[in-house]
């Protein structure tokens, strides 16, 4: 680490604070910001706890006077998911990272979760949310905000499990002499350790979860649909009804708001998180922000701060007297007997959750159905490989250079934000005028939708990953001339291959969630739909053919679950074994 790059303040006693502190220009400034923000929060909240009627008296219009506050909503509802996403991956991929047992759990568990589509969760989950809050449209909102978690906890859940099993072996060492607590280990070493990758990964589910917004904030439910007011819904509406200007003014009003939260909170966590670097010299062009510096001027946040930070410390010290270090190298696991129970216990659930799902399906449908499936999820994997091998090729060097150079990362942040948050919806029009005019194949030319909003996943890991090779280790390699292709050998890949596996998995995972929307497109009553897994999801679920939908389901999930399995686990396990820094 180098906290020499931002001097820390070391914080007087309470008292002296009182007598010390006098607000200044900046305490000003950050007020107004702080009371701005929290006014549009109370705003966005007055419409989630509001009878559902409501939604059907004051539905969504294409009236420009209403697009800033179904910004405001939508956003809102992708905060709330961030949230719970960042919560699920620092319990989940802890225990995944620090435990066998439970990691032979969660990983493959993660990797089944990710492949299941985002219509998918919906169709059996909007039921129990609405049941939850009968006639409210809270309700309806925690069904949105579910969806759209889904669409970004996996990606940072496998970020964070990949930075933990990457940690240097001599810190490993270092906690285990000093007989860290699991709290206290955590805190001081796992966290700062993976904070800069999660904030870049981070990043990329917000803008990920861009992509589903149209999904999430139209809810069905039987033959009744509720839609949420949000820029999603306004996007539906608008390429229903073919209207150009309104898609236009929607992107717009997307650029300003990912603009507005990427300097208000992206790029001052990513000031704050460049602390964390793992390395022995300091850099001295770190990622800088006017919004972080303004934080740290201020004299009366520190103040307002500092009885959470008491109460933190106090119950870290009440952590500690409970929960003992850990004893090192000693593992129930080791009995092997315990280890086989417990391998037939997951093998057995394992299972019975195929046979009740084989029975559901075979309940209604054949083996030429179960064949059909299959076949479909063949073309559709082959255009996951191929798209997933192109953008590889296009983004890894580009995503190096930005990585090595912070100005340009700073520059480029905001830019990047906004494409990986495109969504593929706006590009439908133009690609079935395209299509159908030049008398395209939609087999071939649909497929690039299904690699646009995913391939940032690619960019974003291997910028996190760049930013992540230590300062030392690049000025050794300057010192001694590497240059070229060695560079690349024994540097740049190396120090960016568990970021790029980290990366390429999930895109692919989402490539496969994406076909559901890019295989079968519609521009008014223009339709064009390609051969593929995605396409019969999508009309199974049109038709309400629920045996059909957990069939394509179960099939997506195993295809995604078997590639992982034969692919990116043995590269993360290369990237573990051979690739970690020590």
Do not use: C
Not at 192 to 199: H, K, R, S, Y
Not at 261 to 278: E, G, H, K, S, T
């Amino acid at each position: 680490m180098s906290p020499e790059r931002f001097s820390n303040r070391v914080l007087p006693p309470f008292s002296r604070m009182l007598q010390l502190t006098r607000p200044n220009k900046a305490d000003a400034i950050a007020f107004v910001i702080l009371a701005a923000l929290a006014l549009l929060v109370f705003r966005g909240a007055e419409g989630t706890v509001q009878p559902l009627a409501t939604l059907h008296l004051e539905p969504v219009t294409l009236d420009p006077a209403w697009l800033p506050y179904y910004a405001l909503r939508t956003v809102m509802r992708m905060f709330a998911a961030l949230v719970a996403s960042t919560v699920f991956t620092l319990i989940v991929a802890t225990a995944a990272a620090r435990s066998r047992h439970a990691g032979q759990l969660i990983v493959p568990a993660l990797d089944i979760l990710q492949s299941v589509p985002i219509l998918g969760f919906l169709t059996f989950t909007v039921t129990f949310f609405m049941g939850l809050f009968p006639g409210n449209v809270l309700g309806v909102e925690l069904a949105a905000i579910f969806a759209i978690f889904t669409s970004q906890a996996w990606n940072m859940a496998f970020s964070f499990y990949q930075s933990l099993r990457s940690i240097p072996a001599d810190l490993e060492e270092v906690a285990q002499g000093f007989h860290l607590s699991p709290i206290r280990r955590f805190l001081k070493l796992d966290l700062p350790f993976a904070t800069p990758a999660l904030v870049w990964n981070a990043m990329m589910s917000m803008s990920g979860g861009w992509f589903f917004v149209v999904a999430a904030e139209a809810i069905t439910v039987g033959n009744t649909t509720v839609t949420l007011p949000g820029i999603g819904s306004w996007l539906a509406i608008a390429i229903e009804k073919q209207d150009f200007r309104a898609i236009g003014m929607a992107v717009g009003m997307m650029a300003v708001v990912i603009l507005i939260y990427d300097q208000l909170f992206f790029r001052p966590i990513v000031a704050w998180a460049d602390r964390f670097r793992f390395e022995q010299t300091a850099s001295g062009d770190g990622p800088q922000s006017w919004a972080y510096d303004l934080l740290r001027r201020t004299r009366l946040l520190p103040l307002a701060l500092a009885p959470l930070q008491a109460i933190g410390r106090l119950l870290l010290l009440a952590f500690d007297r409970v929960v003992t270090a850990p004893k090192p190298k000693r593992e129930i696991s080791d009995n092997p007997w315990i280890e086989r129970l417990y391998r037939a216990l997951v093998f057995a659930a394992l299972l019975a959750a195929v046979w009740f799902s084989a029975r559901y399906v075979l309940a209604s449908l054949g083996l030429r159905d179960i064949g059909e499936a299959f076949g479909l999820a063949t073309l559709t994997m082959l255009r996951v490989i191929i798209l997933i091998a192109l953008a590889s090729i296009v983004w890894v060097p580009i995503g190096v250079w930005i990585g090595l150079h912070p100005v340009w990362a700073e520059r480029l942040q905001p830019v990047a934000q906004f494409l990986a948050a495109f969504p593929a919806n706006v590009l439908f029009p133009f690609a079935v005028i395209v299509i159908v005019h030049w008398n395209l194949s939609p087999d071939i030319w649909l497929s690039p939708l299904m690699i646009l909003g995913t391939q940032w996943y690619i960019l974003f890991n291997i910028i996190a990953g760049a930013s992540a090779i230590p300062n030392d280790l690049r000025e050794v390699a300057d010192m001694f001339g590497v240059r070229g292709w060695q560079w690349w050998r024994q540097v740049a890949l190396p120090g960016v291959f568990p970021y790029y596996v980290t990366g390429a998995l999930t895109a692919s995972g989402g490539s496969w969630n994406a076909s559901i929307v890019a295989e079968a497109v519609s521009w008014g009553n223009r339709r064009l739909e390609a051969h593929g897994l995605g396409t019969y999801i999508a009309k199974a679920t049109a038709a309400g053919d629920y045996p059909r939908v957990a069939l394509g389901i179960a099939v997506m999930s195993m295809f995604v679950l078997g590639f992982n399995r034969l692919v990116w686990r043995p590269m993360y396990a290369f990237a573990e074994r051979r690739l970690r820094l020590a």
